[in-house]
């Protein structure tokens, strides 16, 4: 490349260097940027350097200058903290949804947000061993088919299968497309699911979107009517352990005192809770919650070993000794 060619990418050398090796802690002093600078070909003298650096000032870039020994220049505020891109990397690396290879991709581009130095410290983080990955890398293209029918308000049709024990696809619904109307997407559990209505079964259904295979956006318009729309908006359907079906049920939890994280953890801080009865013992509180009956709630509460029990309504308890005593007949 000619040399006034080169003299005219100086600017955004100096950009490229400042946004890759400087940050809050590190700057460059005028004679990194200069030996920088000469060592791409690309001859710079200081007052064209500080004409340079007070040009990306007036771009936007917010460049720091650090009064120390010798002074030294630096990208002060970026986009993210390392905090924030720390915590973006930790979700991509543990959303199950994400493919080995997409995953690596994602984590990549994040790292295009930090400095050198930064990198190597989200390096530190990103080696994280035993999470499970999903095998389908169809599932970006399958949530984009969904919202391209949700937006053209047209049916999807695909095929959906579940895994057998020697982990091949088994296709479901005798081999059969589903064809049917797309009402949301939601992303729970760490993964992606796909809320539709069935026209034949008048109702909904919940798919895995990484289980969807050959998804296609069909010609046939979506179904519209006012089960439809009540659903789209209804907030219950995120309460816990939703997604597993019943309807809504306001329990009472029974909870150990010195354990009551536990149900903040899994239904949030704005959980109400309430001393026991006079005659109750001390150590124990009750925990006000909405979930949905199901088997999973069921099992959560098991897995607790009576740190958290359930105390109300009585038919639910019941339900509920009724769901352990199956488990024990089949022992």
């Known amino acids: 490349m000619a040399a006034n060619n080169k003299q005219k990418l ?5 950009m490229r260097m400042l946004q890759d090796e400087t940050d809050s802690e590190r700057g460059l002093t005028m004679r990194d940027i200069i030996e920088r600078l000469e060592a791409q070909g690309i001859e710079a003298e200081r007052k064209s350097v500080y004409r340079d650096i007070e040009t990306l000032r007036e771009f936007g870039l917010d460049i720091a200058t650090y009064q120390r020994s010798p002074v030294q220049y630096a990208i002060a505020r970026r986009d993210f903290s390392i905090s924030e891109l720390m915590l973006m990397v930790d979700a991509v690396e543990s959303s199950r949804f994400l493919t080995r290879r997409q995953c690596d991709a994602l984590v990549r581009n994040i790292k295009l947000l930090a400095s050198d130095r930064e990198r190597a410290l989200l390096d530190k983080r990103i080696h994280v061993a035993g999470r499970v990955k999903s095998k389908n890398d169809s599932v970006f293209r399958n949530v984009d088919a969904i919202h391209e029918a949700l937006r053209e308000r047209r049916k999807v049709s695909f095929l959906y299968f579940k ?8 296709i479901q ?8 109307t797309p009402v949301k997407v939601v992303y729970a559990g760490g993964f992606y699911y796909a809320t539709m209505y069935s026209d034949s079964h008048e109702g909904f259904a919940d798919y895995r979107i990484d289980r969807m295979h050959r998804i296609v956006v069909t010609d046939e318009p979506a179904t519209r009517n006012e089960l439809i729309t009540r659903h789209a908006f209804d907030d219950a359907e995120y309460q816990n352990f939703g997604r597993f079906g019943g309807d809504p ?3 009472v939890l029974d909870v150990a005192a010195d354990k009551v994280d536990i149900v903040f953890d899994r239904f949030g801080d704005a959980v109400q809770m309430g001393a026991m009865g006079k005659d109750e013992d ?3 509180v009750q925990a006000f919650v909405t979930v949905r009956r199901s088997e999973q709630f069921f099992g959560w509460v098991a897995g607790l ?8 309504p009585r038919w639910l308890v019941e339900d509920y000794r009724a769901y ?6 089949q022992l």
């Open 10 to 14: 100086k600017l955004l050398a100096i």
């Open 163 to 170: 895994l057998g024990p020697d982990r091949t696809r088994q």
């Open 173 to 180: 619904h005798d081999g059969k497309p589903y064809v049917l």
């Open 249 to 251: 049920v306001n329990v």
């Open 282 to 284: 001390e150590a124990r």
């Open 305 to 312: 070993g009576g740190t958290v029990k359930i105390a109300e």
């Open 324 to 329: 352990l005593q199956g488990l024990i007949d």
